[in-house]
């Protein structure tokens, strides 16, 4: 039996195509986008009564996928859903640190770092700070954690005082070992008398290229503020992307960034073509070690069994598009590490998070030999095939999870 109509031979399970129209029109590399006026400075507030002004820090693929589901049209419409604040209502703008790349995007709509997408024409692309971040009501960052600290500094004078924040990062600052709320927090320098800026972390499985076809998806919103975790679940829902609330911030951030270490191991497996049944075994062992850490740093243990703790592990494991297994299985196959960042167009977040998780086992005590293995793959010059025969040789206990 073929496939039902709709784009790409696929329909979205309730019978609505799956996306809307503006996400899979393409504009020509070279035209300019249909509403040009878009791309002006100073643009007016959100135009429809109850909008939010929502700027994407971060054009990279999550920065990207983030503006198609906030300008999707695609929404629930059961009674339900009536508090969910709708797509159409929102005025979306996006921020890149590359003046080059930034002008690129708001000219063709397109990036070679998501081949096939289109951004939608109602998103603004400044190509100037101010403009990007004046009227934003919410931030959503999507920078990679290493870079995560540098990019607020510079746009602190520029981010409104009540804007809240969403971070989309995965990853723990080297040194200081904080992850990317704790980062935003500390380098913003808010007055910690006054009345405490709305924060919340968004995660779960999340390939940009599945996203950016809307391929059925969740996510969960932590926040300390359960109220600001609603509107974020409101902002990002559609009727492919189904959004829980939380209020596990530490445990969703730290799930987030240790998956990427265990993705990095399941792609030199995959490198070295050990089988599935060594992937499952890793998947199942990583899971463990992560969270040992997590719950020793005082994170619930349900969160490393939902959706943002082994459901993105087991996506990151075995996508072939994830970029920390894609990397593990290049390693895997005898590629230099320096090579294949060289040439790589993306950051691969689980590098330098490896080095920040072994500074955290260190300081808690907690036993991760898969976590170690990759370090020693990464930065210690040890063969893949090796670390694989240090982890097989370890000394026989009962099985522990957690």
């Not at 073929?2 to 070279?30: E, F, K, M, Q």
């Not at 994407?56 to 503006?67: D, R, S």
């Not at 959004?243 to 799930?255: C, P, R, S, W």
Request: include cysteine; charged fraction near 20%; aromatic fraction near 4%.
């Amino acid at each position: 039996m073929g496939a039902p109509a709709g784009v790409g031979g696929y329909r979205s399970l309730n019978g609505h195509t799956r996306c809307a129209d503006h996400l899979r029109t393409p504009i020509a590399r070279g035209s300019a986008p249909a509403n040009d006026d878009m791309n002006r400075p100073n643009p007016p507030s959100a135009a429809q009564p109850g909008g939010t002004n929502i700027t994407i820090l971060g054009i990279g693929q999550m920065g990207l996928v983030c503006a198609g589901v906030l300008t999707d049209a695609d929404r629930p419409l059961t009674p339900a859903h009536q508090a969910i604040p709708q797509a159409v209502a929102h005025a979306v703008a996006m921020w890149g640190h590359d003046a080059n790349q930034v002008g690129s995007l708001a000219q063709t709509r397109r990036s070679d770092k998501l081949p096939g997408f289109t951004l939608p024409s109602d998103v603004r692309v400044p190509l100037k700070d101010k403009d990007a971040l004046h009227y934003a009501d919410v931030l959503v960052c999507a920078v990679p954690v290493q870079s995560l600290r540098a990019t607020i500094t510079r746009l602190r004078p520029l981010i409104p005082k009540k804007a809240g924040i969403i971070s989309v990062a995965k990853g723990i600052e080297n040194g200081t070992l904080m992850r990317p709320l704790q980062i935003i927090a500390d380098a913003l320098q808010d007055d910690p008398d006054g009345k405490p800026r709305p924060l919340a972390v968004l995660s779960g499985p999340t390939i940009a290229g599945e996203l950016a076809r809307c391929l059925p998806a969740t996510m969960v919103a932590a926040s300390d503020q359960p109220h600001f975790a609603e509107i974020v679940q409101g902002l990002f829902t559609t009727r492919w992307m189904r959004i829980y609330t939380a209020q596990d911030v530490m445990g969703v951030e730290l799930a987030g960034a240790t998956k990427n270490v265990i993705a990095i191991a399941a792609g030199m497996l995959d490198g070295l073509q050990a089988g599935n049944n060594a992937k499952s075994a890793l998947l199942a062992r990583g899971l463990a070690e992560i969270t040992r850490l997590g719950t020793a740093l005082g994170a619930s243990r349900e969160t490393f069994f939902g959706i943002a703790g082994v459901g993105d592990l087991a996506t990151s494991c075995f996508s072939l598009e994830g970029r920390n297994r894609t990397c593990g299985e290049a390693l895997g196959r005898g590629t230099k590490l320096q090579d294949y960042l060289r040439r790589s167009k993306h950051v691969v977040e689980g590098v330098a998070t490896t080095k920040s998780v072994m500074d955290l086992a260190k300081r808690t005590g907690v036993d991760m030999p898969i976590t170690a293995a990759v370090h020693s793959v990464l930065f210690e010059g040890l063969d893949p095939v090796d670390a694989i025969a240090t982890l097989m040789a370890r000394q026989p206990k009962p099985e522990r999870v957690g």
